[in-house]
């Protein structure tokens, strides 16, 4: 008997297939495209058990994820979950990012969800599975498949889990210690569905720049009876064997359905194969489309109200100049964070490739656009030392090739890493991206001044960051002395309500280089 695991993984919340940067409805992703792939495969593999999955991360990460959380009415929150429940996922897991608007929030949303979740190793205080059942057996005609789900551990970095009672993570690998031979003992096959990746390659080579966020190599190489593992959290295409277990992973935003199959006989796995189904030339599935139809007109009509007009430009060609030379964009957002936040300095960063920055008027399009993230700011009282050690690390974004500054691959590969680059605004400073990592500041002052170690300033961050998100470990949370609780998109939103007019204006304030020739 065959037996087909049909999956997706970090959706984030796109169920059309746009971006939302133009209002263009053909790109090559989305639930829509994603379900009708599906119902393509269902109707020409009739004689396959075919199961559904999805492998979380579907409640934040679009502008219409950020709308049904935050402004819509309950029509357009039933619309979307509807949306996700019309695929007909039977079983699925729990992302990082489903913690992003709340506790009950997520909880509405499972509650509302048709399919059964499963997550081992989100615990209370007493290490038993807190949202979900922490494995499924599923009986497919007398096979019995079990399935085992997993959170990545790296979700406690996130804003709201910290503040969370009775909620604790356990790592993975312990989970599987746990659970799998008792799956074993019940089941004839065991699936690990991983909202988290690969921190190694096939060789046993790190190609992972966060120790810990990632564990699908450890857990496959020391977990014996695992027959399949579906992954997600890097966006990263995998279709493959590791360890004589079909692994996938199909990117992001329903770029991908993973498909892995299983023959099965006398209740043993003689046969297995990974594989990935690429959307891009389904058509969008009308059931679906006709579903959210009212809830992407209110979208729409939220993001293209106008808020301020703008004096000059506030756009950029190329994400990666932006990076380099100090933006209008940036600068606008670093002074609407001091201005929020009362503080001596702002961090931000550039958080995606699609954006180019606001247009004229500004819209809540425009915002939400360039900050995906539903992030909120904080105030940190920090020391020059510790700044200093934050340029460091996100000087490491940085490397050079033949002379010039380029991104560094371990930012790229496996998984795109943008959002851990920041610029700063209140400083004026240089990174020499040809010097040694840890030795890049070579020029760092306050108001014409020298930084000194023990100079103490505040500064405006997100809280992922303040909390040490991202691997700046000098910034943690017993330095937060100040909190907002609006997310930065409302803060941008309530500056510019306040501001009908906004002058493009840029200091150029930073600089990057890989020479010998710095400015004083």
């Known amino acids: 008997m065959k037996i087909t695991l049909l999956a997706t993984s970090d959706t984030h919340g796109f169920i059309e ?35 559904l999955l999805d492998n979380g991360d579907f409640l934040e990460g679009s502008p219409m994820a950020y709308y049904v959380a935050k402004r819509a009415d309950k029509q357009d929150q039933e619309a979307f ?28 949303m499972m509650k509302n969800s048709d399919r059964r979740f499963v997550c081992a190793n989100i615990v209370d205080n007493n290490n038993e599975p807190l949202l979900a ?30 503040d969370l009672n009775d909620f604790n993570l356990i790592s993975e690998l312990d989970a599987c210690k746990r659970y799998v031979p008792e799956i074993r003992k019940k089941a004839d096959v065991v699936v690990v569905v991983y909202h988290g990746g690969f921190e190694r390659d096939h060789t046993g080579n790190w190609n992972d720049i966060n120790p ?77 489309r006709n579903t959210v139809t009212d809830l992407s007109k209110h979208l729409e009509a939220w993001l293209d109200k106008p808020l301020s007009r703008i004096k000059g430009s506030l756009t950029f060609d190329d994400p990666f100049k932006a990076r380099i030379h100090e933006s209008t964009f940036i600068e606008l957002i670093q002074k609407i964070q001091m201005d929020k ?50 340029l460091e690390v996100t000087a490491q974004y940085f490397t050079v090739r033949h002379g010039d500054v380029v991104v560094n691959e371990k930012f790229i590969f496996p998984k795109e890493r943008f959002y851990n680059y920041d610029m700063y605004e209140g400083i004026d400073y240089t990174l020499n991206i040809s010097k040694p990592v840890g030795h890049r500041v070579t020029r760092l002052k306050y108001h014409g001044k020298d930084v000194q170690d023990d100079q103490v300033l505040t500064i405006a961050l997100n809280r992922y960051r303040a909390s040490g998100g991202g691997h700046y470990p000098m910034y943690t949370s017993d330095k937060i002395v100040k909190s907002s609780d609006m997310t930065i998109s409302h803060v941008i939103m309530e500056y510019l309500q306040k501001h009908p007019v906004i002058e493009a204006t840029v200091n150029h304030n930073f600089e990057i280089i890989a020479s010998s020739e710095e400015r004083n």
């Open 17 to 51: 297939p746009t971006n939302y940067v133009d209002s263009g409805l053909d790109k090559p992703f989305g639930i829509e495209k994603a379900c009708s792939t599906i119902k393509s495969y269902q109707k020409t593999h009739p004689d396959e058990k075919i199961i």
């Open 133 to 162: 059942d922490p494995y499924a057996i599923l009986d497919v005609a007398g096979v019995k498949i079990g399935f085992l789900g997993l959170t990545t551990t790296s979700t406690k970095k996130w804003k709201n889990v910290n």
């Open 341 to 390: 936040m009362g503080t001596d300095l702002s961090a931000t960063a550039l958080y995606n490739n699609e954006a180019h920055g606001f247009e004229d008027p500004i819209t809540m399009r425009n915002i939400i656009t360039n900050y995906v993230y539903p992030n909120t700011l904080v105030t940190s009282k920090i020391t020059g030392a510790d700044l200093r050690g934050a």
């Open 212 to 288: 810990g966020e990632n564990r699908g190599y450890d857990i496959l190489k020391n977990i014996p009876g695992i027959d399949a593992l579906i992954s997600g959290h890097q966006h990263r295409k995998i279709a493959s064997q590791l360890f004589n277990v079909p692994i996938v992973q199909p990117g992001s935003r329903g770029q991908y359905v993973a498909k892995i199959s299983i023959e099965v006989k006398d209740h043993n796995v003689i046969r297995s194969e990974s594989e990935l189904l690429n959307v891009k030339d389904s058509e969008p599935d009308q059931t679906i």
């Open 81 to 108: 979950f509807t949306a996700y429940n019309e695929v007909g996922y039977q079983l699925g897991t729990i992302g990082n990012h489903e913690f992003d608007y709340g506790l009950d929030y997520l909880n509405y």
